[in-house]
Nanobody, 125 residues
């Protein structure tokens, strides 16, 4: 499985961005997928995840109500719509995928087998 993340950029506080993660080698419908981010000097943290079966989505508390993760099976792509962005959302965003994760593992970076290259999001005025 190969993952290609895109959509990052510079945005002012309160603005929006949509990240995309295109998968090849396996259908996204059969993969649990997650978005993680890493700010300078900090550890990588989970932001959102979507399960392979049923498509339930999960969010870390700091982004609930602002970020939405979705999947387009026809395009084999997952998205992260980010609204009301804050400076603390700044970081490199990575998408990850794995064919077999239970719900309790979705926010554990060490449980994912496949990773994209990351896309930089900078929220600044």
């Amino acid at each position: 499985v190969q993952l290609q993340a895109s959509g990052g950029g510079l945005v002012q506080p309160g603005g929006s961005l949509r990240l995309s993660c295109a998968a090849s080698g396996r259908r996204t419908s059969s993969l649990s997928m997650g978005w993680f981010r890493q700010a300078p000097g900090k550890e990588r943290e989970a932001v959102a995840a979507i399960k392979s079966n049923g498509g339930s989505t999960y969010y870390t508390d700091s982004v609930k109500g602002r970020f939405t993760m979705s999947r387009d099976n026809a395009k084999n792509t997952v998205y992260l719509q980010m609204n009301k962005l804050k400076p603390e959302d700044t970081g490199v965003y990575y998408c990850a995928a794995d064919p077999a994760l239970i719900t309790s593992s979705l926010f554990r970076a060490d449980q994912y087998d496949y990773w994209g290259q990351g896309t930089l999001v900078t929220v600044s005025s």
